[in-house]
């Protein structure tokens, strides 16, 4: 009974809505914190040396980003209705870089297939998108000895690019907490 009543007094939003501001809120915080997050990354005390990531070289980093907060969706909106959130965002996604939805959608799709190769067999998607950075940043060929000859990440390091990570999931249980979503 409480959960209609608090259900009728949220505040409502279309699904529209909701895709442009995951787009805006993700390309913000993205933007805004790609260079601190370099700069983090390449003075990590767990390398050897300096990783040496281009505060500029972010593309990886976003869809890393945009993979794993797409896959996180499923937590927090009722079936069919995360399908139509990630369906307008890749529309929206597409418009940005000037590509088709087809492209936008397999960019996607693909990044988190190899969030399935490389994270097997956990299926934690923060995880995944720390060793996602991890990879494709090249992080393994500044690592100790041990480590790199692994080619597994050493875990304080990647404890340190979780705690990074979690800055960029978006907290959808805050928003569905104070918001309705209707179609």
């Known amino acids: 009974m409480a959960f209609g009543i608090t259900t009728i007094f949220k505040k409502k939003v279309e699904e529209e809505k909701v895709a442009e501001l995951f787009v805006n809120i993700l390309f913000n915080a993205v933007d805004t914190s790609f260079a601190e997050v370099a700069e983090l990354l390449n003075n990590d005390l767990n390398l050897l040396s300096p990783a040496q990531i281009d505060p500029e070289n972010q593309d990886d980093f976003l869809l890393i980003v945009l993979a794993g907060n797409f896959k996180l969706l499923d937590d927090y909106f009722f079936e069919g209705q995360e399908d139509r959130i990630r369906e307008l965002t890749i529309e929206k996604l597409a418009a940005v870089y000037g590509v088709d939805t087809v492209s936008m959608r397999s960019a996607i799709n693909n990044m988190l297939a190899y969030f399935k190769k490389i994270n097997y067999p956990s299926k934690n998607t923060h995880y995944a998108m720390s060793r996602a950075v991890f990879h494709k940043y090249g992080l393994n060929e500044f690592q100790?000895?041990?480590?790199?000859?692994?080619?597994?990440?050493?875990?304080?390091?990647?404890?340190?690019?979780?705690?990074?990570?979690?800055?960029?999931?978006?907290?959808?249980?805050?928003?569905?907490?104070?918001?309705r979503i209707i179609d």
């Open 144 to 179: 100790k000895d041990y480590f790199r000859n692994l080619n597994a990440p050493d875990p304080i390091l990647l404890k340190n690019i979780d705690e990074i990570m979690e800055q960029f999931i978006v907290k959808w249980d805050t928003f569905t907490e104070k918001y």
